[in-house]
């Protein structure tokens, strides 16, 4: 009996695994976060079918395996909320992300928002907003992100555009350039972004010799598989290869 409960819900969490992705399609744009969602889901749903087949060792290996990316999962989280501003700083750096059409999407709305909210108790500090133009986009994501900002109220004098990145390290590496140009005298430099991915944008900047302190964005709870498993992929990938 207890052996059938289990293969029930496993069956069910994959099941609600795919629902859920496909819900998160609506307000984000396609990441490889995605296809590990769609992966792990089939990969549930299947060991819930052959429960009874599996043998015990595999079973034990399964809860050992995933003892590391729940706790990679909680330290990203908890990074990821936990900030360390200042509200004397002269700039906000805020990180692109998905944009469709000339809209940014509910993540990167996420990013601006907590960005703005900083600025509404440091009004003499600057935003940049980074990144290119995707694949969705008719603009680019940094002209779209400062448009929502002045729609929010923010003046266009105080946002810095960087409008040619297309990853972190491009986000990072080109708005350090402009903020150079800017700020000649040296700058100090908030870094905001959705909360699990904090950890990685505060090492690659401190990578490029950036000395950011950081404000993480909350995330919506129903984003949260998609986007932790992405983000697990990329900081393993990021602490081996640099």
């Not at 995330?219 to 393993?236: C, F, G, I, K, Q």
Request: glycine share 8%.
């Amino acid at each position: 009996m207890k052996v059938n409960v289990i293969r029930v819900l496993l069956v069910l969490v994959g099941l609600i695994s795919l629902a859920n992705l496909l819900l998160v399609l609506n307000v984000s744009n396609p990441t490889i976060g995605f296809a590990l969602q769609a992966v792990v889901s089939v990969l549930i749903i299947a060991y819930g079918a052959f429960f009874k087949l599996i043998p015990k060792r595999v079973h034990v290996a399964a809860v050992v395996l995933c003892t590391f990316p729940v706790a990679l999962v909680v330290f990203l989280f908890m990074y990821g909320n936990t900030g360390n501003v200042t509200y004397s700083e002269d700039v906000v750096i805020v990180l692109g992300a998905g944009v469709r059409g000339e809209s940014v999407t509910r993540p990167l709305a996420r990013r601006l928002d907590t960005a703005f909210y900083y600025w509404q108790r440091n009004q003499d500090a600057y935003i940049i907003v980074t990144g290119g133009l995707g694949s969705r986009a008719t603009i680019t994501e940094a002209e779209a992100m400062a448009r929502y900002l002045e729609r929010r109220g923010m003046p266009r004098s105080r946002i810095l555009l960087e409008e040619y990145s297309t990853s972190t390290y491009e986000n990072l590496k080109f708005a350090q350039q402009i903020l150079n140009e800017h700020f000649q005298g040296g700058f100090e430099a908030v870094l905001v972004t959705n909360d699990f991915h904090i950890f990685r944008a505060v090492q690659t900047a401190r990578s490029l010799g950036l000395s950011v302190n950081r404000r993480g964005a909350y995330t919506d709870w129903y984003s949260w598989p998609v986007n932790y498993l992405r983000e697990m992929l990329a900081v393993v990938n990021f602490l081996v290869f640099g």
